[in-house]
C-alpha cells in the first residue's frame, strides 16, 4: 500500500529553527510536495523536490533523498505565523498526490 | 483576485438529503480534483476532472458524484448524504492534469451530517 508518514506534532520555539520529517512508500515517485495549512484555512504550496538534495526557498527549505524514501522540511527564524500544519504529499506514478496527516507546528515565544 | 472559489462555506445537513458543494475557478486550468479532510487522516480524493466533459474516480467515490460541464465549474454533489460525510472539502485545481504542476485550493467546505 502506499504510506506518507509525519509526526503528529511538533512544538518550537520563537527564533529557533525546526525540521519535520516526512518518510513515504508509493507505488512510483514523481515528486514531493510541502504544504502549509493554517487552521481553518486551505492548504497552500511551500516547495516542491523531485531531485535529490536541498532546494531553499528563503527561510523555508526542503530536502529529498529518493533512495531512503524520506524528506524533511527546515524552517529558520521562525515566527508566530509559522504556527500551521505542514502537509507532505508525494505524486504516485498515476500523478496522483498521496497526503501525509500533517505536522502541526505550535511556536511558543 | 484570481483563484478557487467554493460554496457553501459551511453546512449542516440531515442525513438522506442532497447537497452540492459548488467550486469554480477563474485561472482556466485544465484538472480540477475535490478532496476530503478528515481528521488525524490526510487529504483523500474524491474525484478529479483532468479536462472539461471528463472525470474520474479518486481513493473515496462512494456517495459522491461530479460533473465538469465546462472548465470553470466543478460541482460535487451527495445524492443521501450520511454521517460519515460529515468533513472538510476542499476543491483544487492546476494547470495540467497527469502533470507535477502545483494544485491549489479553494477555501474549503465544512459539513455536518447530522
Known amino acids: 500500500g502506499q504510506n506518507i508518514d509525519q509526526p503528529t506534532e511538533m512544538t518550537a520555539t520563537e527564533g529557533a529553527i525546526v525540521q519535520i520529517n516526512c518518510t513515504y512508500q508509493t507505488s512510483g515517485f514523481n515528486g514531493l510536495f510541502w504544504y502549509q495549512q493554517h487552521a481553518g484555512e486551505a492548504p497552500t504550496f511551500l516547495s516542491y523536490n523531485v531531485l535529490d538534495g536541498l532546494e531553499e526557498k528563503g527561510r523555508f527549505s526542503s530536502f529529498l533523498s529518493r533512495s531512503k524514501g524520506y524528506s524533511y522540511l527546515l524552517l529558520k527564524e521562525l515566527q508566530m505565523k509559522d504556527s500551521a500544519s505542514y502537509l507532505c504529499?508525494?505524486?504516485?506514478?498515476?500523478?496522483?498526490?498521496?497526503w501525509g496527516a500533517g505536522t502541526k507546528l505550535i511556536i511558543k515565544p | 483576485i484570481a483563484g478557487i472559489t467554493q460554496a457553501p462555506t459551511s453546512q449542516i445537513l440531515a442525513a438522506g438529503r442532497r447537497m452540492t458543494l459548488r467550486c469554480t475557478q477563474d485561472?482556466?486550468?485544465?484538472?480540477m480534483y475535490w478532496y476530503r479532510q478528515d481528521l488525524g487522516l490526510g487529504l483523500r480524493l474524491i474525484h478529479y476532472s483532468n479536462t472539461a466533459g471528463t472525470t474520474g474516480k479518486g481513493e473515496v467515490p462512494d456517495g459522491y458524484s461530479v460533473s465538469r460541464a465546462n472548465t470553470d465549474d466543478f460541482p460535487l454533489t451527495l445524492a443521501s448524504a450520511v454521517p460519515s460525510q460529515t468533513s472538510v472539502y476542499f476543491c483544487?485545481?492546476?494547470?495540467?492534469?497527469?502533470?507535477?504542476?502545483?494544485?491549489?485550493f479553494g477555501p474549503g467546505t465544512r459539513l455536518t451530517v447530522l
Open positions: 504529499a508525494v505524486m504516485d506514478s498515476n500523478y496522483q498526490l498521496i
Open positions: 485561472m482556466r486550468h485544465n484538472a
Open positions: 483544487a485545481s492546476s494547470d495540467s492534469a497527469a502533470s507535477t504542476d502545483t494544485q491549489y
